[in-house]
């Protein structure tokens, strides 16, 4: 007997019956209907692709909310988040969708990470959406997730944590244990060489402001606070 068995790098294949363990005549059916979901999944990805490769995306690029910088300090390629520069109430989040993954289709084809500055954004004018961000995690195909390394979430603020709090629960603790919350931008150089990252100035403005402030007088959420909350997987 023949089954479908989804890989973590997203590719399907077919197991034997002398290949694959034993399980009941339920657990067999919800295998099967999970693997012709990412099956489907993976071929509306590939034709969304295909007929977004003509696409003008030239005013996104101008925006500057998703760059790609330099390489971690293990040689990750950095894949840019600057979430102020979204504009939430303007841009169709369909064709956000279409951009990003003709950005990053190849990217993420070997292990990244994600710097994501917060900095001066907020979710009503700088977010597409919680539930946006749930339908494109789901579908995204597998190998965005298991070659992401690491999301350096820069200047979180407590609405922003409260978001992703919400969504955490749909997510795996694995994932979730890949976000590592920092305060300041001194703290990315543990793990990103200077000359690899170029700052945005808007950013490094704030942080020379927090410099002389206690944590939380600037709305961060740290670290010490994040591991304090039951359930929530804090960074490694």
């Not at 197991?15 to 509306?44: C, D, H, M």
């Not at 990805?45 to 390489?71: C, I």
């Not at 969504?167 to 305060?183: D, I, N, Q, Y």
Request: charged residues 20%; glycine residues 6%; contains cysteine.
């Amino acid at each position: 007997m023949e089954a479908l068995d989804v890989h973590s790098s997203g590719h399907v294949q077919v197991v034997t019956s002398e290949t694959a363990p034993s399980q009941s005549f339920i657990g067999k059916w919800l295998q099967a209907r999970r693997a012709a979901n990412a099956l489907r999944g993976e071929q509306l990805y590939a034709t969304t692709l295909s007929d977004s490769s003509t696409e003008d995306f030239s005013d996104l690029d101008h925006l500057e909310f998703l760059q790609l910088s330099g390489h971690d300090k293990a040689g990750r390629r950095l894949v840019v988040v600057v979430a102020r520069n979204y504009q939430a109430k303007v841009l169709s989040p369909e064709r956000v969708y279409r951009y990003l993954i003709t950005r990053l289709d190849q990217v993420v084809n070997e292990p990244y990470s994600i710097v994501w500055f917060h900095t001066g954004s907020t979710y009503w004018q700088n977010s597409p959406g919680l539930s946006w961000i749930w339908r494109t995690y789901e579908r995204l195909p597998a190998k965005y997730r298991a070659n992401l390394h690491r999301v350096y979430v820069v200047h979180c603020d407590l609405p922003m944590w409260v978001g992703l709090a919400a969504v955490g629960p749909l997510l795996t603790e694995a994932l979730w244990r890949k976000v590592e919350w920092v305060s300041r931008v001194e703290f990315l150089w543990d793990h990103v060489h200077k000359k690899q990252l170029v700052i945005p100035e808007f950013v490094a403005e704030h942080d020379a402001i927090l410099e002389d402030q206690p944590l939380m007088d600037y709305g961060v959420v740290a670290t010490k606070e994040i591991n304090s909350v039951p359930g929530l997987p804090g960074p490694v």
